[in-house]
């Protein structure tokens, strides 16, 4: 579940291994790069910690961030199953 802190969507994610997590990020970085908006994140072994914030508003969360979101959350889910 996504929190609200700090002027950051943030989101922690855990995978089976290193090489999920990192297909996941590969996933995600499509999806950032489409919107042109770029997540903060840190991978230490099997764990994706994710912050999303807009920069251009004044480092303050906006509909940009939550849309990435949303669409992070369903790459994730294709992870779960």
């Known amino acids: 579940m996504w929190k609200e802190e700090d002027n950051n969507l943030k989101r922690s994610f855990q ?37 999303l914030t807009t920069h251009d508003a004044g480092n303050t969360i906006t509909e940009l961030d939550h849309k990435l979101a949303a ?7 294709s992870y779960e199953a």
Do not use: G, R
């Open 15 to 51: 995978f089976k291994d290193f090489k999920e997590a990192m297909a996941f990020i590969n996933d995600v970085a499509e999806i950032a790069e489409a919107l042109n908006h770029h997540p903060w994140w840190s991978n230490v072994y099997n764990k994706v910690e994710i912050q």
């Open 71 to 77: 669409q992070i959350d369903e790459v994730y889910k």
